[in-house]
């Protein structure tokens, strides 16, 4: 049977720390529509396989239509927003990640059905709620591994994946968290293979 599109076995849900990207030695960018609230934001949703590899740049016919997603630009913006530089609306980040990821799950969901479930997603973790319900906040005091990823996995029911980077200083930091969805992109699922994360056993939560 011929089969145009990629096969993939799960999705990582990956959400970024605004503080922890921009405090890094690279600096950030503000996007054009101004700071991002304090809140993780989402950076993808990414078709995985099993053994930790993954496919990527699925589809050259079928690239990012920003008017695909334009009834959910405000809602892209403050939940998906862009911090490289230089600042941009937005569109630029999502185009990479919709060409990179996006047509990965392309016979799964299209353009605005793949935002539209990272959308869902973050709302269903609430993450940044749910560390803080546990005591644990971006107020740049350091936590233990363990807390953090025990915090999430009451809630979601699963272990996260947690990924660490530094700052100016030299102190490692909680820069991204990883959780693993169905092919469907609405189940949460035990991850298959977590991502290898560089975080020591008690690392900082900056401000943002
Ligand atoms: P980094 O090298 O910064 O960890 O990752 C660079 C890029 O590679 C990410 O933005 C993402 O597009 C891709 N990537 C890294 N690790 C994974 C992974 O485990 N799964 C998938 N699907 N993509 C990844
Ligand atoms: P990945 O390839 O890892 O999925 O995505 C990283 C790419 O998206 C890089 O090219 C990076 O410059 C761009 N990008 C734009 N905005 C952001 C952002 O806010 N966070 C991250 N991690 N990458 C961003």
């Known amino acids: ?22 405090d890094s030695k690279q600096s950030c960018c503000y996007p054009t529509t101004g700071k ?15 053994d930790g590899s993954y496919p990527s740049n699925c589809d050259s016919s079928n690239p990012f239509d920003p008017s695909s997603i334009s009834s959910i630009k405000s809602q892209m913006q403050s939940e998906w927003p862009t911090l490289a530089c230089p600042s941009g609306d937005g569109d630029k980040f999502w185009r990479h990640e919709w060409n990179k990821h996006g047509t990965c799950s392309e016979d799964i969901l299209d353009q605005p059905g793949y935002f539209q479930a990272a959308l869902k997603l973050k709302q269903e973790t609430d993450l940044l709620n749910v560390l803080q319900n546990a005591g644990i ?8 591994l363990t807390s ?48 290898r994360g560089k975080c020591s056993s008690r690392i900082e939560f900056p401000i943002f």
């Open 137 to 144: 906040n971006p107020d740049g005091k350091f936590y233990s």
């Open 36 to 50: 991002p609230a304090p809140d993780f934001g989402i950076h993808g949703l990414w078709p995985n396989y099993n």
């Open 1 to 22: 049977v011929l089969c145009v599109s990629q096969d993939f076995d799960f999705f990582y849900f990956v959400q970024q720390w605004p503080g922890s990207y921009c």
């Open 148 to 195: 953090i990823t025990k915090a999430i996995r009451d809630s979601t029911g699963f272990t996260p994946g947690l990924e660490c980077n530094v700052d100016e200083s030299g102190n490692t930091q909680l820069y991204q968290i990883y959780i693993c969805v169905d092919t469907s992109a609405t189940n949460l699922i035990e991850c298959p293979v977590l991502p």
